[in-house]
């Protein structure tokens, strides 16, 4: 029943910016972790960035000092704010939610979602 969904992608200029979003719904006791991951066209999957559900933040080393990741618990929204966006950028980018449901409050379960498209060119 749990389920996430993403937004805020879209087409932007090198050196622009733009924010995503992923908002978590369903039967949801907490959130004990969310992140972004993204995937270029014969490219590997790769972690961008990552939050608990305390302040602990994890980013790669590409995104460092660009990206910010922040988190609203009362909205179970994650954010990704992306910064000086460069073409190498350009990939599908997937929310991620580590969670514990309501009906199983001993257990964690690990989310996705579809993706959103995010493009850097000129």
């Known amino acids: 029943q749990v389920q996430l969904v993403e937004s805020g992608g879209g087409l932007v200029q090198p050196g622009g910016s733009l924010r995503l979003s992923c908002v978590a719904s369903?039967?949801?006791?907490?959130?004990?972790?969310m992140g972004w991951y993204r995937q270029a066209p014969g490219k590997q999957r790769e972690l961008v960035a990552a939050?608990?559900?305390?302040?602990?933040?994890n980013y790669a080393d590409s995104v460092k000092g660009r990206f910010t990741i922040s988190r609203d618990n009362a909205k179970n929204t994650v954010y990704l704010q992306m910064n000086s966006l460069k073409p190498e950028d350009t990939a599908v980018y997937f929310c991620?939610?580590?969670?514990?449901?309501?009906?199983?409050?001993?257990?964690?379960?690990?989310?996705w979602g579809q993706g959103t498209q995010v493009t850097v060119s000129s």
């Open positions: 939050i608990t559900s305390g302040v602990s933040t």
């Open positions: 369903g039967s949801i006791l907490s959130i004990n972790a």
């Open positions: 991620n939610a580590n969670i514990t449901p309501r009906r199983l409050s001993f257990a964690e379960f690990n989310y």
